[in-house]
């Protein structure tokens, strides 16, 4: 029994020593490579570089968003030296904040804070402090500017404007470094690095300082809104949405509750109302009046405004009574001194007598509510209603007083303030496409809207005297008021567009200079504005007394001139 217990000990030995000997082979030879990257693999790291985002720069080269260090500061001692604090006290430009900064380090033992370079520099020095340093997104300090430029996130990511349309340029390529570490993880020595390439410097054709004196404008009514400022060849010099945001509230990491508090705000600052589609009102008749100049319209035809119209169904019977703004009517009016004062009555007639499927077709031939494609990703498109749309979104057939409501930019249609501004420059251009752009210029290839030369000149007539043409309620420009002693010589075409209910009126005024050769359109949206008479013409006026004092005066002769500005960072 002994020797048989002895034999089992000893095969379970042999077997033992046989499988030690096969795993050494195994481990030295047959599989060393494999082994042998792992323990390499274990001993690396891979630390990716990332590249420095390149700058966004308005036209005049203020930049308005770059990428900068951001410094955080831990304090190692209870009572920070008082040369520490007179040192740091110094270096700021603005005492009061360095004196917060000092205070909320004392009282909560670190601090996160952008500091001057040589400030974070000497800071080192001090062994009371830790001083770390990452790179964040600053943006400039204008709201104006929010929505164009966008935000990048603390992980990285691009949101919105510019910053998303052209994060492929802007973020560059990122780097690697090779490192050895000890068992610890503690690096033991550099094996290898490949540099980060940096992103591209872009600038874009936004004026900062004119879409900040625009958002000042609009914000001082109290009402959110919208203005696009656009050049004839497309270039645009503001697209100002308000309220605004602070596009830096992202970039450190904004807190859950903050974000609830933007997101849910009633106000919608995140929006971006110039690309956002709303009620146009009586700035939509131009429209009108180019497809009935188009469709042969003889424009001389008066009507007798009265005040009301009432349509009547094929047996003579009343079924709507639809009343124009001006309650004692306008007397006999043809298509210009229609569009001059917003007669409502007018163009009721003019639409029905066009109908409906003719104002659709030539709304999607001139791709009026369509969107511009501009290079931002936000923007949303118009609505064009005909009755095929009603029968499928709403389940029900159309009548003519919805054509009679879509004749005078009310009912089911909508446009945002952009498309109405590419709209109004074509206009301007007498039929030439105008594609806007912020970053990359584009060309059209659409055919030239065909209206006879004396119809763009009844047009563009009609335009100004809404400026400049004066006299009683029933004769005068519906702008006249707002744009009495302009210097300029301009056209535009007010609205003012109903909700519904009770609420209140959009206000809206749109419209182009200098007449003669146009250069820029000036599109203006408040929102709950009232009478497009009033805010929207005012603030499009000053809008122009801007453009004529920092533009065209400086120098006329080279057209669009740069603004000779510091940066407002």
Partial sequence: MKI???????????????L?????????????????????????????????????LDRNGIPLAWDAPYYNIEKRVVFLPDDLKRMTIDAFDDKQKAETLIKNLEMFGSVEASLPAA?????????????????????????????????????GEPVMGIEKQYNDLLRGTPGEQLIRVDALGRQISLEGERPPVGGKDLTITIDSQMSKY????????GKSGAAVVMTTSGEILALVS?????????????????????????????VNRALTPFTPGSVIKPFIAMIALAEGKDATEQIDCRGSFQYKDSQGIVQGVYRDWNLYGHGMTDLSKAITVSCNVYFYQLGLELGIDTISNYAEIWDVFEPTNIDLPEES??????????QEKLEENWFPGDTIQISIGQGYLSITPLQLAK???????????????????????????????SDWNLLTEALRNVISKGGGAAEAGTAYSAF?????????????????????????????????????????????????????SQISRKIMDYYLQEYMQQNHSTGLTKLSSSPDL
């Fill in 119 to 155: 400030l974070a520099e000497r800071l080192n020095d001090f062994p009371e402090l830790e001083v770390s340093e990452r790179v964040i997104r600053y943006y400039q300090n204008n709201p104006g500017v929010a929505h164009v430029v966008g935000y990048i996130k603390a992980d």
């Fill in 242 to 270: 308000v309220p605004g945001f602070e596009n830096m509230s992202f970039t450190k990491g904004i807190s859950n509750r903050d974000w609830e508090r933007l997101n849910l705000d009633p106000s919608r600052p995140l």
């Fill in 423 to 453: 709209m109004t420059g074509e206009i301007a251009t007498k039929g030439r496409e105008i594609l806007p752009y912020i970053g990359t210029e584009r060309v059209s290839d659409r055919a030239v809207i065909e209206l006879g030369e």
């Fill in 20 to 56: 030690f000997i096969y795993k050494l082979y195994d481990y030295q030879i047959v599989s060393s490579d494999k082994y042998a990257a792992q323990v390499e693999s274990i001993s690396h790291r891979s630390i990716s570089l990332l590249p420095q985002r390149g700058m966004i």
């Fill in 484 to 536: 009495r002693n302009f210097e300029g010589t301009a056209a535009g075409k007010t609205g003012t567009a109903e909700q519904g209910g009770s609420k209140p009126t959009h206000s809206w005024f749109t419209g182009f200079m200098p007449l003669e050769e146009p250069e820029i359109v000036v599109t203006v949206f408040v929102h709950e504005g009232g009478y497009g008479s009033g805010l929207a």
């Fill in 381 to 390: 498109t118009g609505l064009m209603p005909c009755p095929s749309w009603k």
């Fill in 4 to 18: 048989k217990r002895f034999d089992l000990f000893f095969v379970l030995f042999i077997l033992t020593v046989g």
């Fill in 214 to 221: 625009i958002y000042e404008l609009i914000n001082e009514t």
